[in-house]
């Protein structure tokens, strides 16, 4: 059976499905940090259906793995003819996972702006809602960088599960090229290399954040 050599063309075949990882990550993101900042503000509301259905979804999500979500939602819906594109099944298993996890940091943030906060907003007379939004959640934002930057690292490297449905995102092409050359230690220390340097910014980002806003040092 013939082996090719690991050259150029491959890196560059790395970098081109890089940007599928990219693009799943920022959806996930930004779709899932919308459906999860609703999720933080149904859990420290005052509704009863809300909290519990917001629960519901959380535990849900935290409580089992992503791979078997992702092949509940790729797989398990085909079998009710619902078969998503392996974008889309993709995106909405990152969607619903990055969901419920900013759901609870985010949860944790608002309720880390000190008590005489919301007292004093509610002594001005302000609605629930204008309370939430006009007076906490500036405040719970600032609290919530440093761990939110954190978990989009998770995020993308969790975005290498999303080959188990046919995505070809970086961890999926390196497996084809190391199918087409079986040099395992070449092929996936690029891939490696790659995911650090999406990463490693990241991190430094989040831990420079820490650092300015001295979040680390709160009581």
Known sequence: MFMRSFGFNDVWYLLIATQWTIYLTVVAFL????????????????????????????RAFQN?????????IYYGLGL?????????????????????????????CILAVPRQQWEAAD???????????YVILP?????????????????????SLASVV???????????????????FKVFLCAAIIYFLLCFPLTMLSRRFERQLDVSTRG
Do not use: D
Not at 64 to 72: A, E, H, K, N, S
């Open 139 to 159: 405040q719970a934002l600032r609290i919530a960088i440093p761990p939110t930057v954190g978990f989009l690292v998770k995020l993308i490297k969790n975005s």
């Open 123 to 133: 002594a001005l007379a302000l609605t629930p809602w204008q309370i939430r939004w």
């Open 31 to 58: 779709v899932g940090g919308a459906l999860g900042l609703w999720l933080a503000l149904a859990r420290t509301g005052g509704s009863r259906v809300g909290i519990s259905l917001a629960l519901v979804w959380i």
């Open 80 to 108: 009710f003819g619902f078969r998503l594109p392996p974008f889309v099944a993709a995106a909405v298993g990152l969607i619903c996972y990055a969901s419920a996890f900013l759901a609870e940091i985010w949860r944790g």
């Open 166 to 184: 046919g995505m070809t995102e970086l961890m999926r092409a390196a497996t084809a090229i190391n199918n087409a050359t079986f040099q395992p």
């Open 64 to 72: 089992t793995p992503l791979l078997v979500q992702l092949f509940l």
